[in-house]
Nanobody
Framework: QVQLVESGGGLVQAGGSLRLSCAAS????????MGWYRQAPGKQRELVAA???????NYADSVKGRFTISRDNAKNTVYLEMNSLKPEDTAVYYC???????????WGQGTQVTVSS
């Protein structure tokens, strides 16, 4: 079993910044991918950014140049630095961990990010 706990969400004005954190605990395989997804009301959950244990990253086009994903393997923690936030970034942000060693992916409980115009 794996537990993921997100933190760092909140309310911010457009143009502002937030930093999300997600700490994983339990049975963590060293080879894994951790990622951030978001889901806005009435929309499907979508990938925001992902990072492998080796540091390879992938971003949604809508956040390239504004968001940065990073991780601390020793702490099993992934971060999402969000700059130049826009109202359309408003969503619940979820952390996910994937590994070939798991039967399924694991998700966090989500953290709300609200960007006011």
């Amino acid at each position: 079993q794996v537990q993921l706990v997100e933190s760092g969400g909140g309310l911010v004005q457009a143009g502002g910044s937030l930093r999300l954190s997600c700490a994983a605990s339990g049975r963590i395989f060293s080879a894994n991918t951790m990622g951030w997804y978001r889901q806005a009301p009435g929309k499907q959950r979508e990938l925001v950014a992902a990072i492998t244990n080796g540091g390879s990253t992938n971003y949604a086009d809508s956040v390239k140049g504004r968001f940065t994903i990073s991780r601390d393997n020793a702490k099993n923690t992934v971060y999402l630095e969000m700059n130049s936030l826009k109202p359309e970034d408003t969503a619940v942000y979820y952390c996910k961990i994937s590994s070939s060693g798991y039967l399924r992916d694991y998700w966090g409980q989500g953290t709300q990010v609200t960007v006011s115009s």
